[in-house]
């Protein structure tokens, strides 16, 4: 059967650009690590690879969610345990204003100032500003004060809540959200009743035994109780969201690793076997050169 030179060449040119082919894309899948590098190459692992990549990135973005989260907890946490540390001195000062049988009108007169630098910190904590600006304890009106002073206004009645108890969710894992802020609603009751037992330390020679300053003490000592159960209760709260957030942070931790275990059975290159392959394909393109240029320097006149 004799062959054309046109049909040998034709074949000789398929079979050397199919090895070429062959060695250039195993040395990009060398080169980039990755066994799949368009998704002709095996649709099947491409869907699944697409499919881990996603919840790769979604996983992510929880764990991101996760640690701002966590960031504003540990501040809120951190304001109101200044404002624990403010109501018990606060607290301290009444008890002892309330004995008396051992405290003078001179004693209650040197107290004022306690009260008022206490008060001061407390709506100084109460409308602190995170980095951006945002007011922190207002609710979502983050823009707003959360709690404002009207100097016009009868003492006792001075300081008003103009926040709101709305809530700041962050999306944290597949149908889990947690509430990123916290509000001081309640605490203006408190301050007002500070401002006005310092109404009534300012009356001259007042004295904790008379009954109008007595009862006005003893309703700012519950008051103080009431209050440092509230705030503390918030930072319990605080405290039990921050463990729950360590624990999702933990887990998509895990399920990050199984992503990124999957991905790379599925998506990454065998070097073995690659380089097995891409031995095997040089040798049969230099084997197809040799043939190629061998047979194309035969003629009939080789067998005369």
Not at 58 to 71: E, T
Not at 151 to 158: I, P
Not at 177 to 201: H, M, P, R, Y
Not at 211 to 220: D, E, F, G, I, S
């Amino acid at each position: 059967m004799r062959i054309a030179t046109s049909q040998f060449q034709a074949s000789m040119n398929r079979s050397l650009a199919v090895n070429q082919d062959k060695i250039s894309k195993l040395t990009e899948q060398m080169a980039s690590g990755n066994a799949v590098m368009v998704p002709s190459d095996d649709p099947l692992t491409n869907v699944r690879i697409s499919r881990l990549n996603r919840e790769e990135a979604q996983v992510g973005q929880y764990r991101a969610n996760i640690d701002a989260v966590k960031i504003r907890l540990q501040k809120n946490e951190t304001f109101l345990t200044s404002t624990v540390g403010d109501i018990n001195q606060v607290r301290d000062l009444l008890v002892w204003a309330l004995d008396g049988g051992s405290v003078t009108p001179d004693d209650l007169q040197s107290m004022k100032q306690s009260l008022v630098s206490l008060r001061d910190s407390m709506l100084y904590s109460a409308n602190v500003r995170d980095a951006e600006g945002r007011f922190v304890f207002s609710g979502t009106l983050t823009e707003t004060d959360a709690i404002t002073f009207d100097e016009n206004a009868a003492a006792g009645s001075r300081y008003s809540y103009t926040g709101n108890d709305g809530k700041q969710e962050v999306v944290v894992g597949n149908g889990i959200s947690q509430t990123a802020n916290v509000n001081v609603k309640g605490l203006e009751s408190f301050l007002n009743q500070i401002d006005a037992t310092l109404e009534g330390l300012a009356q001259p020679g007042v004295s904790s035994n008379d009954p109008a300053m007595h009862a006005t003490l003893k309703a700012n000592l519950v008051g103080a109780d009431e209050t440092l159960n509230l705030v503390s209760t918030k930072i319990a709260d605080l405290g039990g969201a921050q463990n729950i957030m360590a624990t999702l942070a933990d887990n998509h931790a895990n399920v990050s690793l199984s992503n990124q275990m999957a991905l790379t059975d599925l998506g990454k290159l065998d070097y073995g076997v690659a380089a097995t392959d891409f031995n095997g394909y040089n040798v049969a393109l230099q084997s197809t050169y040799k043939a190629y240029a061998k047979v194309s320097n035969l003629s009939l006149f080789n067998v005369l």
